[in-house]
């Protein structure tokens, strides 16, 4: 199984189309602690995903570590999120590739630094490829309707590439 460091957004995103398991069922999942900070002390009523992290942190299906380099972090902090270079940083720190990221510049910054990022809309065609999810569709209607943006060209790529158009 594929080792990942997560950032905060997907997991939110995951979580609020109740398909947050995939990233234990796909992957061997860690993120930094700073990613579970952000997660766990948003506003319940905008947040998704608090008490599946939760859950799922203490089930030992996602586990939290530190990110060494801290000067490093606040050095180039304020270019991307602390999390994001947390994610960033965390993955060269412990000799993983692959980091899943939605954000653009944070995964620019990612392939910069050698590392290969995913995003939520990846790991959903990647589920529906490998049989995890049935419909990906229906993955991507409920994201947009969660307020995710995803542009009528990738959507409609993602659905060819799934093999559902």
């Not at 902090?77 to 412990?94: D, F, M, N, R, W």
Request: proline residues 2%; charged residues 35%.
């Amino acid at each position: 199984m594929i080792k990942i460091v997560c950032n905060t957004s997907p997991i939110i995103g995951l979580s609020s189309i109740d398909k947050l398991d995939l990233l234990w069922e796909m992957f061997d999942t860690i993120i930094p602690k700073e990613v579970y900070n952000e997660v766990i002390s948003g506003n319940e009523t905008k947040i998704s995903g608090k008490e599946e992290l939760i859950k799922a942190v203490e089930e030992g299906k996602i586990k939290i570590f530190e990110v060494e380099d801290q000067e490093f972090i606040n050095k180039i902090y304020g270019h991307l999120h602390k999390g994001e270079l947390e994610v960033i940083i965390g993955a060269k720190e412990q000799n993983i590739e692959v980091v899943i990221i939605d954000e653009k510049s944070a995964r620019r910054f990612a392939k910069d630094l050698g590392l290969k990022p995913i995003g939520v809309l990846g790991i959903l065609k990647l589920a529906k490829l490998e049989g995890k999810i049935d419909k990906l569709k229906p993955c991507l209607d409920m994201l947009i309707e969660r307020k995710f943006r995803i542009s009528d060209s990738l959507y409609g790529k993602l659905l060819m590439e799934a093999g559902e158009i």
